[in-house]
C-alpha cells in the first residue's frame, strides 16, 4: 500500500494503525494528547497517505515471540506420548500384581516413571531454550518478522 498512498483503506487498516499507535501509547513513546490526536485522525482517514505520518516516526515492532517449529513439537509429542504409555502399561502391571497378590506392593514404577520424567522435562526445557535463543538470534540481527511501523498498514 506504501506504494499507493491515494488508495483508499479499509476499517482494517484503520484498527492496524490505532493498535500500533496504543502499543506506541503504552511503551511511553507518545504523550496522551499526542495518542488522542493521531487515534482521532487516523479513525477519519481515507488514504494510506493518510494514515503514514500518524506511525512514520515509531519504531519498529518487537518480533513476536515465536513458539516452537513443527519438528521441535514433534518431538516434544514423541517424547511424552511415549513417556505416559509407559506410565499406563507400568501402572496397568502394578495394578495386575497388585490385585493378584495377596498383600500390596509398593508404587513401583514410580522409579521408572520418575527418571524417565525427569529426563523428559529436561529435554524440554532444552527445546523451548533453544527457540528463544533462535528467536533472540533473529532479534538481534535485525530480522524483523512482522514488518515495519513506519510503513503505512497494509
Do not use: C
Request: aromatic share 6%; glycine share 6%.
Amino acid at each position: 500500500m506504501a506504494d499507493q498512498p491515494s488508495l483508499r483503506i479499509s476499517d482494517a487498516d484503520r484498527e492496524r494503525a490505532t493498535a500500533v499507535l496504543r502499543d506506541a501509547y503504552a511503551e511511553g513513546r507518545l504523550s496522551a494528547q499526542e495518542f488522542h490526536e493521531r487515534t482521532d485522525r487516523a479513525l477519519v482517514a481515507r488514504t494510506a497517505a493518510d494514515l503514514a505520518p500518524l506511525t512514520a516516526d515509531l519504531p519498529a515492532p518487537a518480533p513476536a515471540p515465536m513458539g516452537p517449529d513443527p519438528a521441535r513439537r514433534r518431538e516434544l509429542r514423541k517424547i511424552w506420548t511415549a513417556w505416559a504409555s509407559m506410565a499406563i502399561l507400568l501402572t496397568a502391571v502394578w495394578v495386575l500384581t497388585a490385585v493378584t497378590s495377596d498383600d500390596v506392593p509398593g508404587f513401583w514404577p514410580v522409579w521408572p516413571l520418575g527418571i524417565t520424567g525427569a529426563l523428559a522435562v529436561v529435554r524440554t526445557l532444552n527445546l523451548r531454550h533453544e527457540d528463544g535463543d533462535a528467536a533472540a538470534r533473529e532479534t538481534a540481527s535485525g530480522q524483523d518478522l512482522r514488518g515495519r511501523r513506519d510503513q503505512p498498514p497494509t
